[in-house]
């Protein structure tokens, strides 16, 4: 089955809201195994709404438009469809009814402009709001069908669990998608690719996908099957090459992210961590502790973003800050073993480097010095050369810290020298 | 000028990503007034793009369309561009030398697949990439324009910057949008709206949009005329009576963050900014740092995930951790005294609090402490109930801590008690 989104308003045109009812319906529709070619999105203009519906009922069976069903004269959605259709819009009294009810309920006066939520194109079905106020609609056309929802998520998202999912998984019958993200860190997105493009070659179930962002590579496997464990079946094998293929720079499979690796490393070893930063100004320290229950091993981070405070906070002596300078070696491990004396960890980490756009002293942007402290005599140090702008600098020393972490807690070899990508 | 924007990307399709890039070219049309009347999304698939890209020239001036340049088999936006214009790929030498150079200098064997990104359709202009390396690309078609840029969005909008809205702002000639955000902090939306709406009323230019989130509220008047400056001109009386009537809770006009104006106010007092952290995990010196040369006036952060940290690392009394407990008045005071200490800064802000999901000790999930030290005599503690999940709870700590800090810089009364959002 072949489904199309169509987003209607214009915020989504001027740019002040993200289409994010689009993802949200997709990432549904893909666990159903209901495919989506195409998405669409346009202005509160009737003229163009009707455009977009024709072209995707014309090589769709299933459309799904969001929004523009509000009590305002910019929402257009429901004329729109009765236009596209050649039908009237007739007031329904019982969807009239409960919008009456809802305002008396709560003691607030209707404004008139309400009722037109209760108009309703001739021959299409009512989906009841159970929040808000504005009803969805369905429609046959021909073989085809199109549900239009609220532009607003939680009203949307309840019509499309309620009803449209159930009524699509019937129609769509017994067939089902599996995908899984292969993740990972410490190599270029084309060298992942030569390792394992040649599975992939005249196979189109599983389809593979790579995707480099953040610091890090996703090998994307997607499945067709009758059913969700068939696809993963097929997936499975391959699944196991690709990673055999990549070695230890895979770090998860799936949606775990590495601060959550090494979060789950660290409290099954029972191990506590500890951070010194300068770069990243505190960001490793905020990931790692967006994952819940990073108390349970995330002692601190000491962001020190002077001189001064590495030298009194850290405990880096003046002689390594003057002699090779804020972003070296020396001063990278200085730090590790201040913030792994400071919180009384088991395992320090440290980053220190120019995020620019600046350089940091003699230290060009991008160069960044990672360091690692571990009981018993761990000491480790690596440059990295990170590009891109300030934000892409610090991800990428947040990410080889991490991996620094994630590598010594699983006892593989720990990287040298410069990793430039 | 009517410009339609085409995001190529399975991954958009199945709900894996947002299509962020969608938004972020619309609110830039917007600025230099080129209307965009429709998106589209399609995946990975030669047909459908060049039927997209058809589609988007038959009633489009300017066609922008991202994704699918990578060095990947997957990516397939080059054969479709070239298949649309009917003419064929051909391997640029300037681009072929600079992909080879940018793997040449960072010492790295280049995998013969990353050549593809230097095949351009026959009379297509290549813009350079900056960073990455798949060039954007430009051609036209009869009287309309395509450019096609990568997906990645660091990449995608340096050429958008450099190339594509000076190109289009030429061609766009003497008509404009300006637009305008006031910000506000530690105001609910609705009571935003109870005291500005009036100003709108039967008002199409300069039109008004509310935005709630990130634990601010953005008032964003928009209005059209023939040049930026008339445009400009229709916004600044109502700007200046939205700020007035909203008074103090306005932090910024435009695009400046809180993090940046703290900045800004710190820089020329010439004071120095330290941190404590508990339930932000790093995460406000991560976005005080974000801003560049923050150096100059922020030292550092103690991020003390633990208990013992708290006492250790900044000296709160392990009588204050057990009698009123790590979310209290008494232990966000003693922290912002250790880290104002600590770093030896002027002033100091700290925070503690539960994040959630569980509760912290006695605290419920969304609990927040703010404490603020500053010469001479300046000791402020305040309570926060945050609202939401674990990350928008750390959002919300933030935005009160910033806003402690720009008020006391700013000479403005410090809010008491409890807000509840």
């Known amino acids: 089955m072949r489904a199309e989104i169509v987003g209607i308003g214009t915020e989504l045109l001027l740019g002040e809201i ?39 009922l014309s090589r769709s069976d299933v459309v799904i438009a969001t929004g523009g069903l509000g009590p305002t004269q910019d929402d257009v959605t429901r004329e729109a469809l009765a236009s596209m259709l050649g039908v009237r819009l007739l007031r329904d009294p019982k969807v009239e009814e409960a919008i009456r009810e809802r305002f008396a309920r709560v003691g607030r006066e209707m404004p008139e402009s309400n009722l037109r939520q209760a108009d309703v194109p001739q021959g299409a079905r009512v989906i009841a709001a159970r929040r808000g106020t504005a ?18 998520p939680a009203e949307m998202q309840e019509m499309m669990v309620d009803h449209v999912l159930p009524e699509l998984a019937r129609r769509a019958g017994p067939s089902a998608i599996a995908s899984r993200a292969i993740r990972c860190v410490g190599i270029a997105e084309s060298r992942v690719a030569e390792l394992v493009d040649d ?16 610091g890090e590579v996703r090998v994307r496997l997607t499945a067709k099957a009758g059913t969700r464990e068939e696809a993963e079946a097929l997936i499975a094998p391959i699944a196991a090459e690709v990673e055999r293929r990549l070695g ?35 960001e490793l320290a905020a990931r790692i502790t967006s994952v819940p229950g990073a108390s349970a091993y995330f002692l601190g981070s000491a962001v020190c973003y002077s001189a001064a405070s590495k030298r009194e906070v850290l405990g880096v002596p003046a002689e390594v800050l003057e002699a090779a ?39 060009e942007p991008g160069l960044v010095w990672v360091a690692l402290e571990a009981d018993p005599r761990v000491s480790h140090q690596r440059a990295i050369r990170a590009p891109g702008d300030r934000s892409m600098v610090r991800r990428w020393a947040e990410q080889a810290a991490l991996d620094l972490v994630r590598r010594h807690l699983r006892g593989l070899p720990l990287p040298q020298g410069d990793r430039v990508v």
């Open 18 to 56: 993200e289409n994010s009812n689009a993802r949200w319906i997709s990432e549904r529709l893909a666990e159903i195994g209901v495919d989506v070619l195409h998405h669409q999105v346009v202005g509160d203009n009737v003229e163009r709404i009707v455009d977009a519906l024709r072209l995707a």
């Open 135 to 152: 009803p969805g609609l369905r429609c046959e056309v021909g073989s085809a069908r199109i549900y239009v929802l609220p532009g607003v």
């Open 325 to 363: 300078g804020p972003v070296s070696r020396e001063c990278a491990q200085a730090m590790a073993r201040g913030a792994r004396a400071l919180f009384r960890a088991d395992v320090a980490v440290a980053l220190t480097g120019a995020a620019g756009p600046e350089p940091h002293g003699a230290a």
């Open 248 to 282: 230890d720079v895979v770090y998860a499979s799936d949606a775990e992210s590495l601060e959550e690796v090494v979060g789950r490393l660290l409290a099954s070893a029972r191990r506590t961590l500890a951070c010194a930063e300068s770069l990243t100004g505190g």
């Open 199 to 214: 599975l992939f070659h005249g196979s189109a179930n599983p389809t593979v996908a790579f995707l480099a962002g953040g």
